[in-house]
């Protein structure tokens, strides 16, 4: 398994451990955890500006009991 060496300050490394202790988690879990939670925002964020994108080519929107009748859902 890969290991990767991270520098940072005492103050970042501070706020790092404080975080992970007030969380019950390792350095390292947290670390990954807010890793890939960006990297989720970012793919969150491509996402929308792909729908939004089309929403522009074709503006029409639907209510929600539009949808609903059109699904067939009462």
Do not use: C, H, W
Not at 12 to 19: D, I, N, Q, T
Not at 38 to 52: G, I, K, S, T, V
């Amino acid at each position: 398994m890969p290991v990767l060496s991270v520098r940072m300050t005492d103050a970042e490394y501070k706020a790092l451990e404080g975080y992970a202790a007030a969380n019950g988690i390792s350095m390292n879990k947290a670390i990954k955890d807010a890793f890939f939670e960006m990297l989720e925002d970012q793919y969150d964020l491509e996402a929308f500006d792909r729908a939004y994108a089309e929403y522009l080519k074709d503006p029409k929107t639907y209510t929600s009991d539009e949808v609903a009748k059109e699904l067939g859902i009462k």
